[in-house]
């Protein structure tokens, strides 16, 4: 056994270690898994979910996406289906167009699912497999970062707790952009740290425009240029070409739309509190009852029961392992603070569980003790199936229309 986890495929001429492949193939089952239990308990191929029910789903502009669904692929895609999803499938079929709201979302799903497309000629299962195929292949780039940080049997248990932690299970699952963010700054940050600055910068390129928030990429390549005295301005100017291709991404919606920031302007959670206007705007207004509604969503949306407890997780938990990364790698503190800091300052509350999963740099210290012991190794095993089952149930609720992040 220890020689299969030693070897290595061969992959296009690049050698990867077999060990690499364990917890993809694992979360991979357990994702194909989750797909059948919950399209069984719904009954989804019969009957499809609240999004594609026209007398329950929502009367948004975006939801007649879910409306149509072409004669012979059945339901089955509906199982990855729901809220954001909307967007990305409007804007493949109809493009940017369909609604002011609409430049809140970012070009790189869409476009990769629209390539996809061209070869399937179906949107929904475009997506559906574009987004589900990144949802586990940043799996073993992250599992390789923290190899690097904490060693290969703590970096597997790693990759294996942060893979099942519910809100990233789902959200790298079901059809939205978490899954593409993750590889493509994940890859950026391991061609970093082999010393491959240009390489790492293509996959930086590409990551503000999945998400906003994949500029934060920026920060770790700067760190390392300022620190090389050899090429120090060429490395610093290569770092910075993902805050142009962003750039250029808000001047295309600016000419278009006669708004240079549409994406910040049309959101459609711009009336929900985030942390800065919960203090600034609500309890000065509202006082302390401004606490008691601020993790919800706004009604007659229901909201999961798990909301208000992984709102408070989110906002002080992260707070807790800064230190920790300070001193695996300040590269990892820089990343995760500035994360932190732009999530609570430009992300609804009622979203915070789903942003801050994504900061994958405090999963290294927070899981460095795994160390494959037997102690160990049935923790992580009781953790991972509790994510699963809480997982499954956020999976199960998002399909039925009620606001799990």
Known sequence: MDDFFEGNFTIWKIKVP??????????????????????????????GTFWSDPSRVYDWVQNDA??????GIGNWPLTFLGWDSAWFLSIMTKGYEISLQSFTFSPVLPFFAKIADFFLQSPMISLVLTASVFGVLWVPL??????????????????????????????????????????????????????????????????????????????????VSLRQRAHRV?????????????????AYLGFSTGDFLAPVHTSEWA??????????????????????EAPYQIPPIPTHWLLPIAVVFSLFLPILLFFETWKKDKSLWIYAI????????????????????????????????????????IIAAIISVSFYIVALDLWFNFLNGKFVA
């Not at 492949?21 to 919950?38: D, E, M, N, R, S």
């Not at 290969?152 to 099942?164: I, N, P």
């Not at 060429?234 to 991404?249: D, E, F």
């Open 66 to 71: 879910f409306l149509t669904i072409p004669g």
């Open 142 to 223: 992250y599992q390789s970062l923290a190899e690097s940080y904490i060693g290969k049997k703590s970096g597997l248990f790693s990759a294996l707790l942060l893979a099942f932690s519910p809100y990233l299970f789902v959200f790298t699952t079901v059809a939205y952009s978490e899954g593409l963010l993750l590889f493509f700054v994940l890859g950026a940050w391991l061609l970093l740290k082999r010393g491959k600055l240009f390489s790492a910068s293509v996959f930086a390129i590409v990551a503000p425009l999945i998400k906003t928030m994949g500029i934060l990429v920026v920060l770790p390549m700067l760190y």
């Open 18 to 47: 077999k060990r690499l492949f364990v917890p993809l193939i694992i979360v991979l089952i357990a994702k194909v898994a989750g797909a059948l239990f919950i399209g069984y308990c719904l009954n989804v191929p019969a009957s």
């Open 234 to 250: 060429r490395n610093v100017l290569i770092s910075l070409l993902p805050a142009v291709s962003l750039s250029g991404w808000f």
């Open 271 to 292: 009336q929900l509190y985030s942390f800065r206007t919960l203090l600034t705007e609500g309890i000065p207004r509202y006082g302390m009852k401004a606490l008691l």
């Open 338 to 377: 500035a994360g932190y800091s732009g999530i609570l300052y430009f992300g609804a509350l009622v979203s915070l569980p789903r942003f801050i999963s994504l900061l994958f740099p405090i999963w290294i210290p927070l899981t460095a003790r795994f160390s494959g012991s037997k102690k160990s190794t």
